[in-house]
């Protein structure tokens, strides 16, 4: 049965390794600062906790900010750590890249960037994925577009757009974002 | 051979064989040019059987159409594009005038001379024949041939194969001169 | 009118010629050697036409001698085909007016 | 011609496209491959094509109604991705599955993973150029079961069936004996795919030595599933981080010698027969009473979030799920396998030849709904 | 038999009858040449009767035939059993539109289905059908089937170079390196038949059958594999159908063609496999003969079998088999088959003199020779596997179990380290 480390314990010992390197842990994770990630990581997937194998990478628009996300597994102790790292600017959010650690952040990395727009100093090759290139935002932004008549909030048109060639809503009127 | 089917055999082939080898002439496309050498080597092959050779009529088809062409085929392909068309040099006029010389010069000889005894019936069985005057009277070219094949064969793995040094130098030199133009393109 | 000798002496002369004409002018080596292959088509159909018109003492000799060039012929394409690759790998280009250095 | 001859490169490389419409990338997959001769030089994936925005859909719609769009992710294995996501959504509202809806759902996600794995090793071998012989083969028993699954919940592939707090319907009393002989020549089908293919000495040549990836490598791409099984790392989440009731249950975990093409082949074809072992003992002790627990309709969790994961078919298949308390999920996020195994992909084909990279690419069995998602 | 039997033109026997009474009737009337010309066009149409109706069958045989390998039911819709759906197939065909691309080489590019064609027709005017059965009984027929079966790969490789599509230019790479290494390897089988057999000529190839009283494959097993081998990779079927090998290059050499020129493809690719399998058939089986059998069953019939069977073989081959990959298939071409080619020439040539000079009891030296020749192929093969690892009994070790050491890397070492037979 995988555990879930002791996320207190983790922010002391990286705390240790790496100063000032997490300022605070929440319910579910370890936030580390996103100046000092790569070292803070570098820390982890060492021999003191064997998180080498980066499980899943993603991220969480917050409005206000941008929460990366990342579930590191130690294949051989069978631990479980959530690492986050705030990305504070939600205009031109940017993280720094895992790829020279873990080779599979490379296309999680390309995937967040692709749809949330975060960008990942230090990747080699960050190029949008899904979408294509000259595609208008990142669509997983909350700020997006909201489809009309359903439950959340966004934007009613495309940013770039102009108020006349929106797409066609016939008779409903746009959700406006609620913040 | 004066029958209709001789005639029309011969005619048509004799367009077939010149007409294709004036396609190479004026063809611009290498790739047409080498179609154009291959109706031309079969229009010959044709001609071949007419003459009741065949099996010179056989192995020009397996020889010529089946390796050569292919053999050429390829050496095209492994040619850059550039290089795949079929211009002429200077020696277009003077080509033209030899050209002109020697057809004249031997339609005249092959008319004027008279060629003797003119056999009217084929000789049979011409492989038996072939093989049997090969490995009888022939046999030290036969032999020689054997050892040119040979030798054409290591010479052409030995001029083909290509070193590993032999790139690199190359590759060298390409990035401090650049590429010259190697003229033509398609 | 009986097809005869000269009718097959004509063509390979007409072959000939024309086969000489492509070696000397074309600039591509391939194209060279297709000129090449056009001038031995024209003998070998000579050769073939007097085996079967003419008389000789070894019957079919003529047939052998062609056999003969076109073993040849084999060996000197592939040998020339070689040449051509060697020729464009060293100096970029097959065209034979561009090939005007005797050394390298 | 197509091919461009770039100015001072002396080879040309040719850039073929395999994909998006291609014979052997099973979907709108687009491998850019530079090409010398047939050297593999460089592989770039370029994908999306079948990309429907599910992340942003499902933060659209309610909790209950995601689960139909997880089935389209992976549509070769919609019982696992239902069940993932479920999982999930369990875990961030703190509901209890009752006993035999979890039996239910391992046997389901065990019946897709034959049906996937059987799909996996048909096209795998095709690829390797078989005439399609394999794949019809493998595709016999893959019917039955999807048989199977059209008894239970009406649908064939998209099947819906997991629901938050169990499964949707208990298994029709017909399923049983059915599923009873399928599992009984289970045992001779997989003897006959082994003796026709896994000392196939085509098959060998093919793929022995193909596409190595090595443990180290494998760990450090994230890659899971068959592929790190493949390499040599034993890790299955069945046994490292049990979920519904695989701690209660008897099997082994195959695990692959040198990591190449063939490995992965072996690997899924001793799968499937662990998977029977596994259906075995369901049907033997699966439990009574009721399948799936009180759950309300709007379900609305308290804000938090929840990342749980299961062994699919094709790796491990994650779902992140944030709540804002709200009646819709604020983030939806799915850790797909086959798109996190491509990440090794380059490693894997460059420097061996075109049919080498086609081999490769097969088994690692992308599905491109869940690449692209 | 009664003589006047074999000779009346009604004998199903030895359909040459017909054509020779209809010859006879034209000479007594019209000009030589005519009649010449009008026993070449019944060779023609008789030709084309039989290689039309057939293609329909076979494309239905080779589509039921493999789905039952494939374990389904195969065409079942379209008239009687599916019989009609090469039918239908051929109207789809015809009806559908036929694209050039933009960029491609207009004139080359309609010229391969046609030269494709050609040469798929002239060799069953060497395939003697009979006795007498046989449009040209040329003393060249072995030369000629190699060299005319030798210039489809000019087609393909113009098909493939005029489409001006990579998976075609690849296809037609792949055809030529291929079908040169392979046509070696068939020219040094047929070599050791005609040096075995002393005649070059196809009809006498089986004529010596019937006077020795056995078939060809029995006294050269060897030599059958490798013709029927390359036989495989000229026709580009499976395990050696790199040149369209579909899930790598699409269709190869053919991906850009549609409609009747693709159909034209399709129909000359199975006439090619069904006159190679009749090749086959004629060197190796014993052609129309069939020890004694063919006096009384029409000798077509008997060939049609052997065909058949052949045919079977080759059906069999690309519902069993992946494909090999180019590199395999050259070194399996010049590594064993040549090689070995070259030492059957050799061994052939040894007892053909030893038959003809020494005059050898034949009851005793051909039981004898086949018996040498046999264990010279299995050994020769078996060094080759020796050579390169093959064999069913060193299949690879299937995979380990975990048992309980579940982790990462160093759980991976520990069950490197662990004795292999842990399952």
């Not at chain 2, 290591?154 to 130098?169: K, P």
Request: glycine residues 8%.
């Amino acid at each position: 049965m995988t555990v879930l480390l002791d996320l207190q314990v983790v922010a002391d010992q990286l705390r240790g390794a790496v100063p000032e390197s997490v300022p605070r842990v929440d319910t579910w994770a370890v936030i580390v600062d996103a100046g000092h990630l790569v070292e803070a990581v570098r820390f982890l997937a060492g021999s003191a906790l064997d998180l080498s194998f980066l499980a899943s990478l993603t991220a969480v628009d917050r409005e206000s900010h941008f929460e990366l996300v990342y579930h590191l597994q130690s294949l051989d102790r069978n631990h479980l750590l959530t690492l986050k790292t705030i990305a504070e600017d939600h205009e031109t959010p940017c993280v720094p890249s895992l790829t020279g650690e873990y080779r599979g952040a490379h296309l999680q990395e390309r995937e967040v960037f692709d749809l949330m727009g975060i960008r990942f100093e230090g990747h080699p090759d960050l190029r949008r994925m899904f979408l294509w290139d000259g595609f208008p935002g990142y669509p997983l932004r909350k700020d997006f577009l909201g489809m009309p008549g359903t439950l959340s909030a966004g934007l009613p048109g495309f940013p770039h757009e102009s108020g006349e060639n929106r797409w066609p809503v016939p008779g409903s009127t746009p959700v406006i974002p609620q913040s | 051979m004066d029958g209709v089917g001789h005639h029309l055999a011969f005619w048509s082939l004799a367009v077939i064989t010149v007409g294709a080898a004036l396609g190479i002439l004026v063809s611009r496309n290498l790739i047409h040019a080498m179609v154009m050498l291959i109706l031309s080597f079969i229009g010959v092959a044709g001609l071949y059987l007419l003459l009741s050779a065949e099996f010179i009529a056989v192995v020009q088809i397996l020889v010529y159409v089946g390796a050569i062409s292919v053999l050429m085929l390829f050496a095209i392909l492994l040619t850059p594009r550039a290089a795949r068309d079929n211009a002429e040099t200077a020696m277009r006029y003077p080509g033209l005038i030899l050209m002109g010389l020697v057809i004249a010069a031997t339609v005249f000889v092959a008319l004027e001379t008279d060629w003797g005894a003119v056999r009217e019936e084929p000789v049979a069985e011409s492989a038996r024949i072939i093989g049997q005057s090969l490995i009888n009277e022939f046999v030290l070219p036969f032999e020689i041939a054997a050892v040119l094949l040979t030798a054409a064969l290591v010479g052409a793995v030995a001029l083909a194969r290509r070193d590993d040094e032999d790139i690199d130098a190359h590759e060298q030199s390409l990035t401090l001169e650049g590429r010259e133009d190697s003229g033509g393109s398609s | 009118m009986t097809i005869g000798l000269e009718h097959f002496l004509v063509l390979g002369a007409l072959l000939f010629g024309v086969g000489l004409y492509v070696a000397l002018a074309k600039r591509n080596a391939i194209g060279v050697l297709m000129g090449v292959e056009l001038m031995l088509n024209a003998v070998n159909l000579t050769l073939v036409a007097f085996g079967r018109f003419v008389e000789s003492e070894v019957a079919l000799s003529t047939s052998v001698f062609v056999v003969f060039i076109i073993a040849v012929a084999a060996a000197e394409i592939a040998v020339g085909l070689a040449l051509a690759m060697v020729v464009y790998r060293n100096r970029d280009t097959i065209n034979v007016d561009r090939v005007n250095l005797l050394k390298w | 011609m197509a091919i461009e001859t770039p100015k001072r490169v002396h080879s040309e490389p040719v850039v073929v496209n395999i994909g998006p419409q291609h014979p052997s990338t099973h979907g709108v997959f687009r491998l850019k491959a530079t090409l010398d001769g047939e050297i593999v030089q460089d592989v770039d994936m370029l994908i999306g094509y079948l990309h429907r925005s599910m992340e942003k859909l499902a933060e659209e719609r309610t909790f209950t109604q995601n689960i139909p769009f997880t089935d389209r992710i992976d549509y070769l294995a919609a019982m696992s991705n239902n069940l993932s996501y479920c999982l999930a959504v369990e875990k961030l509202a703190g509901i209890e599955v009752p006993l035999r809806g979890q039996w239910l759902r391992v046997l389901f996600a065990e019946l897709q993973r034959i049906a996937s794995h059987a799909m996996a090793n048909g096209t795998f071998v095709n690829d390797c150029g078989a005439w399609q012989t394999p794949l019809m083969y493998m595709f016999r028993e893959r019917e039955k079961i999807l048989d199977l699954f059209e008894m239970t919940c009406g649908a064939r592939l998209t099947t819906n069936y997991m629901r938050i707090g169990g499964v949707a319907f208990d298994p029709p009393l017909e399923l049983w004996p059915a599923l009873c002989s399928l599992l009984d020549e289970m045992p001779d089908r997989l003897e006959e795919y082994a003796a026709l293919t896994v000392d196939n000495e085509i098959v060998l040549a093919r793929s022995k030595g193909v596409g190595v990836v090595s443990a180290e490598a494998a760990l450090n791409a994230s890659l899971s599933g068959p592929l790190l099984r493949g390499s040599g790392v034993p890790w299955d989440l069945r046994k490292a981080d049990p979920y519904c009731v695989y701690d209660q249950l008897d099997f082994d975990i195959p695990v692959g010698r040198d990591g190449d093409c063939y490995d992965r082949f072996r690997v899924r074809l001793e799968e499937v027969r662990q998977s029977v072992r596994i259906l075995n003992q369901v049907v033997e002790r699966i439990p009574g009473g009721p399948w799936q627990a009180e759950v309300p309709l709007h379900l609305r969790p308290a804000a938090g979030e929840a990342y749980a994961r299961i062994e699919s078919p094709r790796g491990e298949l994650g779902f992140y799920v944030v709540s804002d308390g709200g009646p819709t999920p604020w983030r939806f996020h799915c850790r797909a396998p086959s798109l996190i195994n491509l990440s090794a992909l380059k490693e894997m084909t460059v420097g061996r030849s075109l049919a080498d990279a086609i081999v490769t690419l097969g088994s690692i069995d992308i599905v491109v709904g869940e690449i692209d998602r | 038999m009664s003589a006047w039997l074999l000779a009346a033109w009604y004998d199903l026997r030895d359909l040459s009858g017909i054509s020779r009474e209809i010859t006879e009737w034209v000479a007594s009337w019209g000009p030589e040449w005519l009649a010449s010309a009008v026993s070449g066009a019944i060779g023609a149409i008789g030709i084309l009767a039989v290689i039309g109706p057939t293609l329909m069958i076979l494309i239905w045989t080779e589509r039921k035939v493999i789905a039952r390998l494939q374990v389904r039911y195969g065409p079942n819709r379209v008239g009687p059993r599916g019989l009609l759906q090469p039918v239908a197939d051929a109207v789809k065909l015809i009806l559908k539109e036929e694209l050039v691309p933009r960029a491609a080489d207009k004139w080359l590019f309609f010229l391969p289905p046609v030269l494709v064609f050609i040469p798929a027709l002239l060799v069953w005017g060497v395939l003697p059908f009979g006795p007498h059965m046989q449009v040209a009984d040329l003393n060249v027929g072995v030369l000629f089937l190699l060299a005319v079966s030798g210039t489809n790969v000019l087609a393909v490789f113009i098909a493939g170079w005029a489409s001006n599509n990579k998976y075609a230019l690849f296809g037609a790479m792949r055809v030529i390196a291929m079908t040169i290494s392979y046509e070696i390897a068939m020219v040094l089988a047929l070599l050791t038949v005609v040096f075995l057999t002393g005649t070059m000529s196809i009809n006498g190839i089986v004529l010596w059958q019937q006077q020795e009283d056995l078939i060809l494959i029995v006294l050269l097993p060897m030599t059958a594999l490798t013709f029927l081998l390359g036989a495989t990779a000229e026709l580009n079927r499976t395990p050696m159908d790199i040149a369209e090998a579909e899930s790598e290059i699409v269709a190869g050499y053919h991906t850009e063609y549609s409609g009747m020129r693709f159909g034209l493809f399709y129909a000359v690719e199975l006439a090619n496999t069904l006159v190679m399998s009749a090749f086959m058939a004629t060197f190796f089986l014993g052609g129309w003969w069939l020890w004694g059998l063919d006096a009384w069953v029409p000798s077509w019939i008997i060939l049609l079998v052997k065909t058949s069977l052949v045919y079977f073989v080759f059906i069999w081959l690309r519902g069993t088999l992946p494909r090999l990959r180019i590199d395999q298939l050259m070194t399996f071409c010049w590594k064993l088959l040549v090689p070995a080619g070259l030492l059957f020439v050799a061994i052939a040539a040894v007892e053909r003199t030893l038959l003809l000079e020494y005059a050898w009891d034949r009851t005793i030296a051909l039981p004898v020779m086949a018996v040498i020749n046999a264990a010279v192929t299995v050994a020769v093969i078996g060094a080759y596997a020796r050579v390169t690892g093959a064999g069913a009994h060193r299949a690879p070790a299937g995979p380990r179990m975990a048992r309980g050491r579940l982790g990462g890397l160093r759980a991976a070492r520990q069950l490197a380290q662990a004795p292999s037979g842990s399952d």
